[in-house]
């Protein structure tokens, strides 16, 4: 590996993240707070918990930001060739286009992403937190870290505040206790916006919509000609597709059954 590689985008940030979450967490070992309460009184298995919780949330950063989020193959695989045949099948009124950047044929939800320079499927958005595109791939990945990422920052609002005891003067307490009351109004900001991007995206999981075509339908040719979303297939069916990838099959098919469920309840109106 040469040497400016570690200079990267992707390795700055993660390893600022990584540093940022191991310099909160001795923070709040080392200040007055309910950590150390526990601690001396010997009582270890919630501090024990706090730590695995986040461990766990550092590791499911990390396998979000490293790992492949769904990217369209250049030269298609045995198997994608075989579903393509069986998708040509389905009558297709949104023609599927070719990418002007990376000359690939694009799936239906797939969008170029021009950070990582690749097509993307079912793309939701590209996170510089993660330095890393949220796709088909990565999404649920994503929500499960951010649950997990918001109940942490949560205990660790509750750890910091725990330990914020007010006295004067005021000088002496801030000389005392001010690298913990900068660690709560940090914590303060993360978890405000932690559970703001986790409400969102569950909302959009909800809708089977991602963020992209939540903000740009009116760009997007396949929203733009129908007068909702196409993929929506109730709140049971989407969670299962999305967590469980159920129903399986490409969305070429599930937009043309939509389409024939849209013109049979349009027969059966008239």
């Not at 390795?11 to 909160?24: D, E, F, K, P, Y």
């Not at 298995?45 to 979000?64: D, E, K, N, Q």
């Not at 490409?250 to 389409?259: D, I, K, Q």
Request: glycine share 8%; with cysteine.
């Amino acid at each position: 590996m040469a040497p400016w590689a570690l200079l990267s985008p992707g390795v700055l940030v993660r390893s600022g993240h990584t540093v940022l979450t191991w310099g909160i967490t001795l923070v709040l070992f080392l200040h007055d707070t309910a950590l150390r309460q526990w601690e001396e009184q010997g009582e270890l298995l919630l501090p024990l918990t706090f730590l695995l919780l986040v461990l766990g949330s550092l590791l499911l950063y990390l396998a979000v930001s490293l790992m492949d989020p769904g990217y369209v193959n250049v030269q298609p695989q045995p198997q994608e060739e075989v579903k393509e045949e069986q998708t040509a099948m389905v009558p297709q009124a949104i023609p599927l286009r070719r990418c002007r950047y990376c000359l690939v044929l694009q799936p239906l939800r797939a969008r170029h992403c021009r950070e990582c320079r690749r097509c993307v499927r079912r793309y939701d958005h590209h996170c510089p937190w993660m330095e890393n595109c949220v796709g088909e791939r990565n999404h649920p990945l994503f929500v499960a870290y951010l649950s997990l990422q918001l109940v942490v920052l949560l205990w660790g609002l509750y750890l910091a505040w725990s330990g914020l005891h007010f006295f004067q003067p005021w000088g002496l307490w801030l000389r005392s206790s001010g690298l913990l009351l900068a660690t709560f109004l940090l914590l303060s900001l993360f978890s405000l916006v932690a559970g703001l991007l986790l409400a969102s995206h569950l909302y959009l999981v909800a809708s089977n919509t991602t963020t992209w075509e939540f903000i740009s339908s009116h760009r997007i040719a396949y929203l733009r000609q129908r007068p909702g979303n196409p993929f929506d297939r109730g709140l049971t069916r989407n969670l299962a597709h999305f967590f469980c990838g159920w129903p399986s099959g490409s969305w070429e098919t599930l937009w043309a059954e939509g389409e024939e469920e849209g013109e049979e309840g349009s027969s059966q109106a008239v």
